[in-house]
């Protein structure tokens, strides 16, 4: 948990990421773009974990490889520690990127079949050779492997060897190797089975207060991230709809597509059934290459009117949102607590 | 037929009709691979009523899927066998039945839902072909008396514009729009019995709520007993009368859904309970089931839950296996501690 005033480890201003859609195999021309992030704006304390959530195609892991440098932004920044990135010379950006490392969703797909398990963990030395002497890697990645909860004698196995859980906290291990400040989760539990995602999100919260790291957390599950996060963002089409500490989102939510996916959330207690408020939304997510003119949930969204086509609304607090919220007719909802 | 069933107005099944829709007594199937015999299904019993939801219940790997497959007769063979059992539909056991008698009573009687739409469904053709296809092999109709049934279907399912549509191929829809697909193709002979495998696993939340709700709402409408095969507690939650938890392939609980929740009696599903985050509670630890499901070639001897169970004693390590001990009505849990198990709290 966090104070307010913890400082600022990352931050994203005005982020905006478009893959251009291009016709013609010989003059490329540009048709148009897919909008997969557009103007996000979010702060990351130290210590803490901002989840990021959002159905697919609305930006989420777009976002996480901006943040470690996978994709460059076509505008806006990214702010480590207070420092813009895109500013920072080529030595500068390789240390930089020591602070910050990525868990990957699919546990099968991100270790390399042909390397061990010291290997992976290790190759992060490899690239960054000036952070430990050759003579001590070998300690130090048994030490990893023993920190996320795995066999030490087991580093000269290769992935196939384990099963999913196990490989997550590989993933996780190898994430840890350089001491960084940040770690981003790419939907870490997904693929996971229900009682394996228990294991890691616990060792998650541990490494948390252990190493004082901060978290920023993008799932789709819902009743995951609000078990995890400090504060919660919700993304849409490339954009954050909502954002606050999670008790606001949760159990205070204002804006109609938190509410709608918060009701969609199947809760584990039949006693409950018809007891809630359920929003069942009509359609499916519009292409993000040609979004909703003003509002982009207004296509699906039931408070709609014509303002919504005319006005992009901003996020920010309303006299019936205490937290920021992108709605015109934002309004508090309660949706997953029993009615009545 | 399952058209002129009468209704009651609650959508329970009607108590005229005698006996189960589906009924599937000590089913056994293994798989004989390279790496040896593996025990997919080890005596898994269950029935189903029309009208009724039966959720099947359990992780991967536990052989959820196998028992449905064994059932639909889809079973890849080899590697795959069924050893053992009887699956019986309205009194006659399928496993007896000739490959073409069970091809009738595939579609007509007993449909499947799978959880990749995309890769069930033919790339190459379109969605109304597909779907005219069932109406012109089983029911002998012309193509364009097909291609009209196809459109009612997609109407059925509420694919907007179906007139234009049925002339799409599959990669054209949508994820939550294919999935429409399958269950229109389901459904299209009524059959009296749908098993859905993991029908919304590959979806969004928000086009899940509006799949589970479509399939509830023509289950209650054609009486169907609806086998929903899942690994998640919360749709399980919302939707199911009955449920059977699975573990390494055997039964290990069976309750209705309210029993199962507020009193679960077997410690693979107490714990699982306790693993899952909810959305309507923060802070709590989350319990751990320690270790890993076993594998399917090397199941340890009693119960196959013992190595990552809380209540083990010598007793679950030794066979035999624990049976369905019937704990109240309607109630059975495959565990010898069952009464502690239920008194923890």
């Known amino acids: 948990m966090t104070e307010p005033t913890a400082e600022v480890v990352l931050e994203t201003r005005d982020l905006v990421k478009h893959f251009p859609l291009t016709r013609g195999v010989v003059f490329k021309r540009r ?72 868990v990957m969703q699919d546990p099968y797909t991100s270790l390399n079949p042909r390397m061990t398990v010291a290997d992976i963990v290790g190759e992060p030395f490899a690239i960054h050779p000036e952070v ?31 099963s999913g859980g196990q490989r997550q906290r590989i993933g996780i291990a190898r994430a840890l190797a350089l001491n960084p400040k940040i770690i981003l989760c790419d939907e870490p539990v997904s693929a996971l089975d229900v009682s394996i995602q228990a294991q890691v999100i616990n060792l998650l919260e541990e490494l948390q207060d252990e190493l004082g790291l901060s978290y920023l957390f993008i799932a789709h599950d819902l009743s995951v991230v609000r078990h995890i996060a400090d504060r919660v963002a919700v993304m849409y089409l490339g954009k954050v709809v909502e954002i606050g500490t999670h008790e606001e989102i949760y159990d205070h939510p204002t804006h109609p597509y938190t509410q709608a996916l918060l009701s969609a959330v199947p809760v584990p207690d039949p006693t409950l059934r018809g007891q809630r408020d359920e929003i069942v939304l009509e359609g499916d997510v519009p292409s993000p290459a040609n979004p909703p003119s003003g509002c982009r949930f207004r296509t699906r969204c039931w408070k709609a009117e014509e303002i ?4 992009e609304p901003p996020l920010v607090s309303r006299q019936q949102s205490a937290h920021p919220s992108a709605c015109h007719f934002a309004e508090e909802r309660d949706v997953i607590h029993a009615v009545g | 037929m399952t058209a002129d069933v009468t209704l009651d107005v609650e959508g329970v099944a009607d108590p005229s009709r005698t006996g189960p829709a589906l009924e599937v007594t000590d089913l056994q199937v293994e798989f004989r691979t390279r790496a040896g015999l593996a025990h997919a299904v080890n005596g898994v019993t269950f029935h189903v009523d029309a009208g009724e939801t039966l959720a099947i219940l359990g992780e991967s790997g536990c052989g959820k899927s196998v028992t449905a497959q064994a059932v639909m007769g889809i079973l890849d063979s080899p590697p795959g066998f ?20 069970r091809r009738a009573v595939r579609a007509n009687q007993i449909a499947m839902i799978f959880q990749d739409a995309l890769s069930a469904l033919n790339p190459v053709f ?74 919304t696993t590959a979806l969004d939340v928000t086009v899940q709520a509006q799949i589970m709700s479509l399939l509830a709402e023509l289950q209650r409408e054609r009486q169907m007993g609806l086998i929903l095969i899942t690994h998640d507690m919360g749709v399980v939650a919302d939707v199911a009368d009955r449920i059977s938890v699975m573990y390494a392939g055997r039964m290990v609980e069976q309750a209705p859904v309210h029993e199962v929740y507020a009193r679960p009696s077997h410690p693979y599903t107490k714990a699982l309970l306790e693993s899952v985050p909810r959305l ?25 839950f013992n190595p990552r169970c809380r209540y083990a004693r010598e007793e679950c390590r030794q066979p035999p296996v624990p049976p369905l001990y019937e704990v109240a009505d309607r109630h059975a849990s495959a565990c010898h501690f069952w009464q502690e198990v239920r008194q923890d709290d």
């Not at chain 2, 699956?87 to 056991?93: E, L, P």
């Open chain 1, 308 to 311: 919504c086509a005319e006005e």
């Open chain 2, 280 to 304: 309507d509670q923060k802070g709590r630890q989350l319990s751990v089931i320690q270790g890993l499901p076993p594998t399917l070639t090397a199941i340890p001897p009693g119960c196959a």
């Open chain 1, 132 to 162: 430990l002497p050759a003579k001590r890697r070998r300690a130090r990645v048994q030490e990893l492997i023993e920190l996320v909860g795995l066999n030490p004698d087991h580093i000269n196995r290769y992935p196939h060897q384990f």
């Open chain 2, 126 to 199: 379109t969605v109304g072909f597909q779907l005219a296809e069932l109406f012109r092999k089983h029911r002998g109709m012309s193509r364009a008396e097909g291609r009209k049934r196809a459109v009612e279907l997609l109407d059925l399912v509420r694919i907007p514009a179906a007139r234009q549509r049925v002339r799409d191929f599959p990669h054209q829809f949508s994820g939550g729009m294919r999935q429409r697909v399958m269950i229109a193709m389901a459904l299209a002979l009524d059959p009296e019995v749908l098993i859905a495998d993991e029908p």
């Open chain 2, 82 to 101: 069924v050893t053992g059992g009887q699956i019986r539909y309205r009194g006659k056991d399928l496993l007896k039945m000739s490959e073409q008698q």
């Open chain 1, 31 to 102: 048709v148009g773009a897919v909008q997969a992030v557009d103007h996000v704006n979010l702060q990351l304390h130290r210590g803490e974990t901002l989840g990021v959530v959002g159905e697919s195609g609305c930006g989420k892991s777009t976002l996480a490889r901006l943040l470690v440098g996978l994709e460059q932004p076509t505008s806006g920044s990214i702010l480590l520690h207070g420092r813009d990135t895109a500013k920072m010379s080529a030595s500068q950006i390789r240390k930089a990127r020591r602070d910050i490392q990525l």
